[in-house]
């Protein structure tokens, strides 16, 4: 692995290199239903992926405890993206205006 202070830039006690490559899929689906004219109802399902990640933490060319570059500890990880159930009711106004100016135009 490269030393991630080859810079030597003053004033870092240490870093973290982080990594991931998971390839977790989530989903989302969703319904509208045209209940009138004017009334629609919405629902959506989302289903998050998990991601995972592992970290590496070095010291810093200013700790005075350590070697510049040398491995202070390690850990792995993840983030679970939440699963979700938005739904919604819309009320549409009166779309009379909105016909007689597109019919007025061409």
Not at 82 to 91: I, Y
């Amino acid at each position: 692995m490269s030393d991630p202070y080859a810079s030597e830039e003053a004033g870092h006690l240490a870093g973290q290199t982080i990594r991931g490559d998971d390839p977790s899929w989530g989903a989302l689906a969703g319904l509208l239903w045209k209940l009138s004219e004017r009334w629609s109802l919405g629902v959506a399902v989302r289903e998050g992926p998990e991601l995972k990640a592992a970290s590496e933490t070095f010291a810093g060319p200013s700790n005075t405890e350590y070697e510049p570059g040398e491995l202070l500890g390690f850990g792995a990880g993840g983030v679970v993206l939440p699963a979700s159930s938005p739904s919604g009711l819309l009320f549409a106004p009166a779309t009379t205006a909105l016909r007689s100016v597109s019919s007025g135009i061409g």
